[in-house]
């Protein structure tokens, strides 16, 4: 499958900002581009996976599907939100086909082996033969579920399918450090506090959009006619993260004057500022005084994509009328970008299409995330 990339076409992605060239149409439209991404960026990094409101009480499991993958998303019993396939280990019958509370255990519908929450084997019944529950050649020790490396941070759950990237906390400790005033508890605003955008585009290009404000004043003239392209910044943390920032949030008011209330012990910078990240390679984050919200970019194929957002409050507590209308709010602003991206899928079928150029002064988060795509993907063929 790598013989569908081009090294020197990597090679011009990753050049200065000046003479760099994007990824090239194959990266949104071949499939076996695609599969190749999803091995060198999404399997060998730190992907998001989902929010840990979704499973908010101790045995509550919810299947997801990453990449065709099945996993379960489950709180154990003792509070540990944890990711495992979503297999037995006998036959491979899928455990848990929709969300649920596990009652005692984990139970397989196919022949009934069950699974402690933390994911060992409990329960082999009739293994031995009609009445025998045991038998020498099955060990139960040895046969509890996979469980897929995971790391929650922002209230996002990470995984790390292949099991080879470094700590998260490692890779991203200048992120963490940069962000660690929102290093509190958050609270997510429950059902009517998210909700999933499809899309009709590849997920890069999502990140791509996010990541810079250069389209504010055409794409979003509400967002931009007081929090303006011009007080707006570029975040350009080459080889880890990027995104934007502003000087000029505007915090939500509803009847009488109320607002959400704020993080504790924020600095000075938040009381009108707000940032604006992508922790690579698909979760979008976003940090002002009184909420914070998280994007998780479900990759479904090379033209789909499905945006899971999710938003948190300081405190458990909130107006729910203004919870509603932030939700709207946001809502409203992310669907304004559906188009952009859509148009851009679109385009990258015209095959004289080079990838386009970046504007070195606007376009800095965007090549960042361009340029680290790019060594991902060399690296893993370099590998083969």
Not at 77 to 96: A, P, S, Y
Not at 227 to 252: A, P
Not at 297 to 312: D, G, K, S
């Amino acid at each position: 499958m790598a013989q569908h990339i081009a090294m020197n076409t990597l090679d011009a992605v990753r050049r200065p900002i000046e003479t760099a060239n994007g990824l090239p149409n194959a990266h949104y439209v071949d499939p076996a581009v695609f599969e190749v991404e999803k091995h060198a960026v999404l399997f060998a990094n730190w992907s998001g996976l989902a929010v840990t409101a979704d499973v908010p009480e101790n045995g509550d499991a919810k299947p997801i599907e990453f990449l065709g993958i099945p996993l379960l998303l489950i709180r154990d019993q003792k509070g540990q939100v944890r990711v495992f396939q979503n297999i037995c280990r006998h036959r491979g019958m899928i455990l848990v086909s929709e969300p649920k509370k596990i009652e005692g255990a984990i139970r397989c519908p196919y022949h009934s082996w069950c699974y402690s929450t933390e994911g060992r084997l409990v329960s082999t019944p009739h293994v031995g033969g009609a009445g025998h529950n045991t038998h020498d050649a099955i060990d139960k020790s040895l046969l509890g579920l996979i469980e897929v490396r995971s790391h929650i941070w922002f209230e996002t759950v990470f995984i790390n399918v292949d099991g080879n990237a470094a700590p998260f906390e490692e890779i991203h400790a200048e992120l963490i450090a940069r962000w660690a005033d929102f290093d509190q508890p958050m609270h997510h605003g429950g059902v009517d506090s998210t909700f999933m955008l499809p899309v009709k585009t590849n997920w890069k290009l999502a990140v791509e959009n996010y990541c810079e404000s250069y389209h504010l004043p055409w794409v979003h003239p509400g967002l931009n006619s007081y929090s303006r392209l011009e007080d707006h910044y570029n975040i350009d943390e080459k080889g880890k993260y990027s995104g934007q920032g502003t000087l000029v949030y505007r915090q939500l008011t509803g009847e009488n004057g109320a607002v959400f209330p704020d993080f504790a012990g924020l600095d000075d910078k938040w009381t009108t500022g707000g940032e604006y990240i992508t922790v690579y390679p698909n979760v979008l984050l976003g940090v002002q005084r009184d909420h914070t919200f998280v994007i998780v970019l479900e990759p479904v194929a090379q033209t789909q994509t499905r945006e899971h957002i999710h938003l948190f409050y300081a405190s458990p507590e909130t107006e729910t009328t203004l919870r509603t209308k932030n939700a709207a709010q946001w809502k409203d602003v992310f669907t304004e970008d559906v188009f952009v991206v859509e148009g851009m899928q679109k385009g990258r079928n015209a095959p004289a299409f080079d990838g386009g150029r970046f504007s070195p002064a606007m376009d800095g988060p965007t090549h960042c995330f361009h340029d680290w795509v790019a060594g991902k993907v060399a690296d893993h063929i370099a590998a083969q």
